[in-house]
């Protein structure tokens, strides 16, 4: 694949549900490659339209450009597009080769696996960490699946010294979480990811998402101890707890998970009492909650909250949450019951 044709492709795939002009796309891959000229750029574009993997849709006059999903080929070459780019990455990082076999020959009997990405690779391995999304099949197994790719993990995290976050996902959560209209790490993670393991797999699941509805990715990836406190007031409303005296001006809408994450960082104990409630209110996605407190060290403080609301409402996500974050070997930090309990009467959250 010439390399005007793999730029073009892997912007517009980290970019899905953004329609480009031929002149931001241009703008976009100068941005990424650091050289991109437009001559050069639309004659690629008229041989991808021409082979069926592009639609270029006239809107006045401007011509937006996005995959086309329809075409049988399109997958084939997506993938081929992530072993290039994975090729790339690895070339300057031989240290992590015998990792990756390593891991590989460890998950090979984990028939659940769908695919594996990392997210991020580039930042995340500048800081001696690996983020991986792993996708898996819907099986009655899938939970006692994911708790040993956890083990796996963690055998490998504490054997290579590279710290190791993993955001374990299923067929459905995935859908979930790349259509929702909240902010959450998936939408953010698809703009800058790397499929080591089955990009075709990936790159399908996506196709089917896709055909059917739409999916829009973000750029900027959020930092929890930064999100304003209009953000976190106003979803903390959204999730069923609200503070009297706070304004209620309209805010951006970000997962749950996250704004989880937020609380915990900010040891704010009155706020602390928060987490219970919004969580015993609403349902959650108990891996990506596992990740996030992994990923920003808030997992002794969540389980010690987890542990409590299990005593006081039990629900199948905190039970998951719980084994995920023992089998990680999480030092738990004790959460006061008796005030969380009137809290939740208070809240009507029992």
């Known amino acids: 694949m010439d390399t005007p ?7 517009l795939s980290s970019n899905l549900g953004e329609y480009l002009s ?40 401007s011509s937006n450009v996005e995959l086309n999903f329809q075409n049988y080929l399109l997958i084939d070459t997506l993938a081929e597009i992530e072993i290039e780019k994975k090729r790339n990455f690895l070339s300057k990082r031989n240290e992590l080769l015998p990792f990756l ?42 939970h006692t699946e994911t ?22 996902t299923d067929q459905n959560d995935f859908h979930d979480l790349i259509t929702s209209n909240e ?7 698809l703009t800058e990811e790397i499929t080591f393991f089955c990009p075709q797999t990936f790159w399908s699941e ?33 999730f069923g707890y609200r503070e009297f005296g706070r304004p209620m001006d309209q805010g951006k809408r970000i997962c749950i998970e ?7 960082l900010q040891e704010d104990a009155r706020l602390l009492e928060a987490i ?9 996605k108990t891996n990506l909650m596992a990740f996030l407190s992994q990923k920003f060290e808030t997992a002794g403080r969540l389980l010690g909250l987890l542990r409590t609301l299990q005593t006081l409402k039990p629900e199948r996500e905190i039970n998951e949450t719980i084994d995920i974050l023992e089998t990680l070997n999480v030092k738990e930090i004790p959460a006061d019951e008796e005030s969380i309990l009137q809290k939740m009467r208070l809240y009507n959250a029992l």
Do not use: C, V, W
């Not at 004659?43 to 339209?49: A, C, F, G, H, I």
């Not at 059917?212 to 101890?225: G, L, N």
């Not at 996250?258 to 915990?264: E, W």
């Open 147 to 168: 708790l040993q790719i956890y083990k796996e993990m963690q055998e490998l995290q504490n054997k290579h010294n590279l710290k190791i976050n993993n955001l374990i």
């Open 258 to 264: 996250y704004i989880t994450t937020a609380i915990l």
């Open 5 to 11: 044709t793999l730029r073009i492709l892997n912007t």
């Open 22 to 61: 031929i002149n931001q796309l241009t703008e976009r891959i100068k941005e990424n490659y650091g050289t991109a000229h437009y001559a050069n750029i639309y004659q690629s574009l008229q041989e991808l339209k021409n082979q069926g993997l592009i639609k270029i849709n006239r809107i006045g006059r």
């Open 276 to 284: 219970p409630i919004i969580l015993s209110k609403n349902s959650f």
């Open 183 to 189: 902010i959450n790490p998936l939408r953010e993670a």
């Open 101 to 142: 076999t390593e891991m590989q020959e460890a998950l090979d009997d984990r028939y659940l696996i769908k695919s594996i990405s990392s997210m991020n690779p580039t930042k995340n391995i500048k800081l001696n960490r690996i983020e991986f999304l792993f996708i898996l099949n819907k099986t009655p197994e899938y």
């Open 206 to 238: 996506i196709k089917q998402i896709a055909e059917k509805t739409e999916i829009k990715t973000i750029k900027t990836e959020t930092k929890p101890a930064s999100i304003p406190d209009l953000d976190l007031t106003y979803n903390l409303n959204r």
